[in-house]
Each structure stands twice: as C-alpha cells, then as structure tokens.
C-alpha cells in the first residue's frame, strides 16, 4: 500500500507540475549588456525557473564565465539567487572559444518565480563586465503583439510598426511594465525616421514623465545615441 500510495502521490506531483508550466520562446526585453547574449527560453513550473541562454564570440581568443551571483530581480526589488548553473564555468574559470562565431550555449535555474509574475531583470553581480538584461517579458500575448510590431518594422512599414507600439504602449501605460521604456524608444526612433522631430521630441518627454521601471537606464541609451530633447 506505501509503494502504491507514493507512485500515486508521484503522478499527481507530476501532473501538477506539467499544469504549472509555462514556456516563453526568446521573450523581449528591454535593455541588454551583452549584444550577443541571447535568452533563447524560459521555461517556468512549480519548482524552477530555467533560462536557455547563448552568447556568440565575436573576437580572437574570447572567452566567457558567469559568476554565481546572477539574481532575478522582481518588479518590487526583491531578489531570487541563481540555484544552480550548466554548461558555463563559473568565474574565474572561463570557456575558452576556438574562433569568432562560434556558440556557447548554457542554462540558468532559479527557484520558482511568485506567482502572478509577468517581468522580471536577469541580474549578474559582479565586479567586471557583469550582464544584465532588463524587463524580460514572462506574457506570450505582449511578447506576440510587440514581435508583430518589430515584423511590420522589419518589412518597411514603419507607419503601421509605430501605430502598433503606440497602442501597445497605451495598453501597458500605467501598468509599471518593464518593456515600457524600450516602447517609448521605438515610438520615439519611428517618428524620427519618419521625420517628425516634433512627435518625437513629445514622446520623448512623455517617456521622462512616465516613471517606467529602469528609466534612467533607457534615457541613457537613448541620449548616448544622440537623441536627446
């Protein structure tokens, strides 16, 4: 009766978890230190948090390590350390790549995420060429919604791509949504393009008033680009 009742109990903690599971295929963000970092997954169920991740060399005699204090950050400040780590040496061991181009790919596992949570920032702590990513979006609607957006930029349509971003921006405004920055950058980089300073110089001054999470951060980005009003 024990051996039977704890393959039962197996099952249901099986089936639980399977209930619990949700897979975002490379989510947007907002921000990112590394351009060649990439978040190819995150997979969530009731017992972990998995980030698929893969980073491109892009010199001679590369190399790459991740420090085992990587965090995520949650939308109210707290933090969840990184549980466990493969396939990435932990520094100062370092992978050591053969050739410009070559992949390494390597996963990140957290505890749980909290329930209800639809962002989060991928933090590395650490005192040299730390990575960062901010406002991971954990919401397939938003993500399918903002990758049709970047698809109509991408085909040289940029009219419809900024009318998408404004309306996803008006659907998140408020909402203290990680991405919204990275929105108000888009908008801001469309009106530009299509050479309506005026516009541009509004919405920017929309995104300094809108106390979006991170927002200094992407002022920044935006100014070290020249754009600033």
């Not at 950058?185 to 008033?209: C, D, F, H, P, T």
């Amino acid at each position: 009766m024990k051996f039977t009742y704890s393959i039962i109990a197996g099952f249901f903690l099986l089936l639980s978890d399977l209930s619990f599971s949700q897979t975002f295929i490379q989510p947007n963000f907002g921000l990112k230190s590394h351009e060649t970092l990439v978040i190819n997954k995150v997979e969530l169920t009731s017992t972990a948090a998995t980030f698929f991740m893969s980073i491109e060399n892009r010199i001679a005699n590369g190399s790459f390590c991740a420090d085992n204090n990587i965090f995520i950050v949650y939308p109210d400040g707290t933090r969840s350390k990184l549980v466990s780590s493969e396939n990435i040496p932990v520094c100062p061991d370092t992978h050591k790549f053969k050739e410009p181009g070559e992949k390494l790919g390597f996963t990140l596992t957290f505890p749980p995420l909290k329930p209800g949570t639809e962002w989060i920032d991928l933090i590395e702590d650490c005192s040299d060429n730390c990575f960062s990513f901010y406002g991971v979006t954990l919401d397939n609607d938003l993500n399918r919604k903002i990758d049709d957006a970047f698809s109509l930029s991408a085909n040289d349509e940029p009219v419809k791509a900024m009318i998408s971003f404004i309306d996803i921006t008006e659907a998140v405004d408020k909402k203290n949504i990680g991405i919204e920055g990275f929105l108000y950058i888009n908008i801001i980089r469309l009106e530009k393009q299509n050479g309506n300073e005026v516009k541009a110089a509004q919405w920017y001054n929309r995104m300094k008033s809108s106390g979006a999470p991170r927002l200094r951060q992407y002022i920044k980005y935006l100014n070290d680009q020249g754009i600033k009003y």
